[in-house]
Nanobody, 122 residues
Framework: VQLQASGGGLVQAGGSLRLSCAAS????????MAWFRQAPGKEREFVAV????????SYADSVKGRFTISRDNAKNTLYLQTNSLTPEDTAVYYC????????????????WGQGTQVTVLQ
Protein backbone atom coordinates (compact mmCIF):
# COMPACT_ATOMS: atom_id res chain seq x y z
CA VAL A 1 0.00 0.00 0.00
CA GLN A 2 1.22 3.48 -0.88
CA LEU A 3 -0.29 6.70 0.38
CA GLN A 4 1.05 9.93 -1.09
CA ALA A 5 -0.04 13.12 0.67
CA SER A 6 0.28 16.52 -0.97
CA GLY A 7 -1.14 20.02 -0.89
CA GLY A 8 0.50 21.41 2.20
CA GLY A 9 2.25 24.75 2.29
CA LEU A 10 2.59 28.16 3.88
CA VAL A 11 -0.60 30.16 4.40
CA GLN A 12 -1.72 33.23 6.31
CA ALA A 13 -4.10 32.86 9.23
CA GLY A 14 -7.65 32.72 7.94
CA GLY A 15 -6.55 31.07 4.72
CA SER A 16 -7.33 27.69 3.22
CA LEU A 17 -5.54 24.68 1.84
CA ARG A 18 -6.77 21.50 0.20
CA LEU A 19 -4.78 18.43 1.08
CA SER A 20 -4.86 15.32 -1.09
CA CYS A 21 -3.81 11.73 -0.52
CA ALA A 22 -3.40 9.41 -3.49
CA ALA A 23 -3.72 5.74 -2.59
CA SER A 24 -2.61 2.60 -4.36
CA UNK A 25 -2.06 -1.06 -3.63
CA UNK A 26 -5.48 -2.09 -2.31
CA UNK A 27 -9.11 -1.53 -3.29
CA UNK A 28 -9.40 2.01 -1.98
CA UNK A 29 -13.19 1.98 -1.77
CA UNK A 30 -13.21 -0.80 0.85
CA UNK A 31 -11.36 1.09 3.59
CA UNK A 32 -12.04 3.88 6.03
CA MET A 33 -9.57 6.72 5.52
CA ALA A 34 -8.42 9.33 8.00
CA TRP A 35 -6.26 12.38 8.50
CA PHE A 36 -4.02 12.85 11.51
CA ARG A 37 -1.57 15.62 12.32
CA GLN A 38 1.48 16.13 14.46
CA ALA A 39 2.67 19.53 15.61
CA PRO A 40 6.26 20.13 16.76
CA GLY A 41 6.80 18.76 20.24
CA LYS A 42 3.33 17.21 20.40
CA GLU A 43 1.88 13.77 19.90
CA ARG A 44 0.10 12.82 16.72
CA GLU A 45 -3.61 13.57 16.93
CA PHE A 46 -6.71 12.55 15.05
CA VAL A 47 -8.21 15.13 12.70
CA ALA A 48 -10.99 13.46 10.67
CA VAL A 49 -12.20 10.13 9.34
CA UNK A 50 -14.44 9.12 6.45
CA UNK A 51 -16.14 5.78 6.00
CA UNK A 52 -15.29 3.47 3.13
CA UNK A 53 -18.46 4.44 1.29
CA UNK A 54 -17.99 8.10 2.05
CA UNK A 55 -21.35 8.31 3.78
CA UNK A 56 -20.04 8.89 7.29
CA UNK A 57 -17.55 11.41 8.65
CA SER A 58 -16.25 12.42 12.04
CA TYR A 59 -14.03 15.28 13.16
CA ALA A 60 -11.91 16.34 16.08
CA ASP A 61 -13.60 19.13 18.01
CA SER A 62 -10.70 21.46 17.22
CA VAL A 63 -11.43 21.36 13.46
CA LYS A 64 -15.18 20.82 13.38
CA GLY A 65 -16.89 23.39 11.16
CA ARG A 66 -13.60 24.43 9.53
CA PHE A 67 -12.28 21.23 7.91
CA THR A 68 -14.06 18.88 5.53
CA ILE A 69 -12.92 15.37 4.71
CA SER A 70 -14.01 13.77 1.45
CA ARG A 71 -13.00 11.03 -0.93
CA ASP A 72 -13.26 10.13 -4.60
CA ASN A 73 -13.27 6.37 -4.83
CA ALA A 74 -13.05 6.49 -8.62
CA LYS A 75 -9.76 8.38 -8.31
CA ASN A 76 -8.47 6.52 -5.24
CA THR A 77 -7.98 9.87 -3.57
CA LEU A 78 -8.71 11.29 -0.14
CA TYR A 79 -9.08 15.02 0.51
CA LEU A 80 -9.05 17.41 3.42
CA GLN A 81 -10.34 20.93 2.80
CA THR A 82 -9.00 23.17 5.52
CA ASN A 83 -10.56 26.62 6.02
CA SER A 84 -10.15 29.44 8.53
CA LEU A 85 -6.70 28.18 9.40
CA THR A 86 -5.00 29.36 12.57
CA PRO A 87 -1.37 29.04 13.73
CA GLU A 88 -2.57 26.20 16.00
CA ASP A 89 -3.24 24.17 12.85
CA THR A 90 0.46 24.18 11.98
CA ALA A 91 1.56 20.55 11.77
CA VAL A 92 2.56 17.72 9.51
CA TYR A 93 -0.63 16.18 8.20
CA TYR A 94 -0.75 12.43 7.56
CA CYS A 95 -3.30 10.37 5.71
CA UNK A 96 -3.96 6.87 6.98
CA UNK A 97 -5.84 3.83 5.76
CA UNK A 98 -7.70 1.38 7.96
CA UNK A 99 -6.22 -2.10 8.19
CA UNK A 100 -9.62 -3.83 7.96
CA UNK A 101 -11.96 -3.62 4.96
CA UNK A 102 -15.62 -2.65 5.17
CA UNK A 103 -15.36 -1.96 8.89
CA UNK A 104 -18.17 -0.36 10.86
CA UNK A 105 -15.53 1.53 12.79
CA UNK A 106 -11.81 1.26 12.15
CA UNK A 107 -9.95 -0.76 14.80
CA UNK A 108 -6.50 0.20 13.58
CA UNK A 109 -4.85 2.33 10.92
CA UNK A 110 -2.11 0.16 9.50
CA UNK A 111 -0.94 2.25 6.56
CA TRP A 112 0.36 5.79 6.63
CA GLY A 113 1.46 8.38 4.12
CA GLN A 114 4.67 10.36 4.41
CA GLY A 115 2.99 13.56 5.58
CA THR A 116 2.61 17.05 4.18
CA GLN A 117 3.61 20.17 6.10
CA VAL A 118 1.04 22.86 6.81
CA THR A 119 2.37 26.10 8.26
CA VAL A 120 -0.02 28.89 9.21
CA LEU A 121 1.45 32.33 9.76
CA GLN A 122 0.04 34.79 12.29
Amino acid sequence: VQLQASGGGLVQAGGSLRLSCAASGRTFSRYHMAWFRQAPGKEREFVAVISWRGSGTSYADSVKGRFTISRDNAKNTLYLQTNSLTPEDTAVYYCAQCSSPNALTCPRYGYWGQGTQVTVLQ
